[in-house]
């Protein structure tokens, strides 16, 4: 900071706020007992996601995906998406922008790519970390505070819309935030992989992005199930926006999907995770449960994203992709010249029908005349 004595950069503003409202002390306060209750950090490893930066944003950053694929190919494959239908459903045969938006299609098909540009609009495939907190009791499960709806069913299969709290997230170090994610993130900042299981290249580009990206950015927290293992905690599942998703996760894997997916599950066990399913469902929201020896639990799942004087990380040299560009969707045109005559042989149809239709009805009096 001695080299920015008067204005430091985005990257290494903190700025803190107290806010008065009765709902933002208790969240506070929650925070504070669970810092407290779980003093410890566990680094999972590394999620990855799309960004936008935008004009009227100025140098923040706009998360345009959930940040939860293990892979940044996947994060790059999700942009290649993103962007061949915003050409589909924004823009029409001969708009200039359309052709923008396809070159960029291209490219991710062919390269790949962690930065484009599309007009002025810039995109990126971001990097976080995923982490837990831990304490004498184990890992850490919901706060009282995390939004949730407790009251709806677990067992309830029917579609059901979730609002993701991630996408529209607006990355921005220099954001007011609370005395509590204040002080959390400043305690982040020197967090990096340090467990000699990790290949030193791996520990290596972990410690340079200390110095390439040295700001912290607080991503909103996710909820799973994990299961206690002898000597850890094993999750089960990918993220979920609240509690109550990710107790509806643990349901349906106990009442249907762990006979399918565990080998050595006699048809006496199944039917006894379905029974300690059902009662789970039906007694009041839990966050733990146990059933034949074995303890599962919700916990809360943090994503920290490191900030530089360009704005997020992008995945690091030692970051592995199972696989490379690969074209995802067919050529627009195509798609659209399909349609065309799809919708033209239905209109065919429809008048051919309306024209035998006709001619019944004149044949049919006919033959009543001629009665």
């Known amino acids: 900071m001695e080299d920015h004595p008067k204005s430091p950069p985005r990257h290494l503003t903190f700025r803190v706020t107290h806010r008065d409202d009765p709902v933002s ?8 007992r669970a810092a407290e209750r779980y003093p410890h950090v566990i680094v999972r490893g590394p999620v990855f996601g799309f960004a936008e930066q935008r004009p009227d944003d100025g140098p923040a950053w706009r998360l345009l995906s959930d940040v939860v694929d293990g892979f940044a190919q996947h994060s ?83 579609r059901r819309e979730t609002v993701s709290r991630t996408k529209g997230f607006v990355i921005d170090h220099a954001r007011p935030t609370g005395i509590m994610e204040s002080l959390q ?19 290596e580009d972990s410690r340079r992005a200390l110095t390439t990206h040295p700001g912290v950015v607080l991503l909103p927290a996710t909820f799973t199930f994990a299961e206690r293992k002898a000597n850890a905690w094993e999750p089960m599942a990918g ?18 999907f762990l006979p399918k997916l565990e ?26 449960l146990d059933v034949l020896g074995r303890r599962f639990s919700i916990i809360r799942v943090e994503r920290l994203m490191r900030i530089g004087p360009d704005g997020p990380e992008t ?3 030692t970051d592995r992709d199972p696989y490379g560009p690969m074209q995802i969707h067919p050529p627009l045109a195509e798609v659209e010249e399909y349609q065309r005559r799809k919708k033209a042989e239905g209109e065919g149809a429809g008048a051919a029908g309306e024209g035998a239709e006709g001619a019944g009805h004149e044949g049919e009096g006919a033959a009543r005349g001629g009665e």
Not at 25 to 32: F, R, S, T
Not at 100 to 123: F, I, K, M, N, S
Not at 185 to 203: C, K
């Open 239 to 256: 993220p979920q926006s609240t509690p109550h998703e990710a107790r509806t996760t643990l349901y349906n894997y106990l009442s249907e």
């Open 76 to 158: 790059r494959d999700g942009l290649n998406s993103y962007l061949w239908f915003k050409a589909r459903d924004e823009t029409r045969p001969g708009d200039p922008y359309r052709e923008q938006l396809l070159a960029a299609v291209a490219r991710l098909e062919t390269e790949p790519l962690d930065e484009l540009w599309v007009g002025d609009v810039r995109y990126r495939v971001v990097r976080g970390d995923e982490f837990a907190r831990i304490g004498d009791d184990g890992l850490e499960g919901p706060r009282p505070t995390d939004p949730d709806d407790p009251s709806r069913d677990i067992g309830d299969r029917s």
């Open 315 to 317: 995945p690091r040299p």
């Open 263 to 288: 080998q050595g599950v006699s048809p006496e066990d199944a039917e006894a995770y379905a029974r300690a399913a059902e009662t789970y469902r039906k007694g009041p929201p839990s966050d733990a």
């Open 25 to 32: 002390e208790v969240v506070e306060q929650d925070a504070m």
């Open 185 to 203: 993130r400043m305690e982040l900042l020197s967090l990096h992989y340090e467990a000699t299981r990790i290949p030193e290249d791996v520990r």
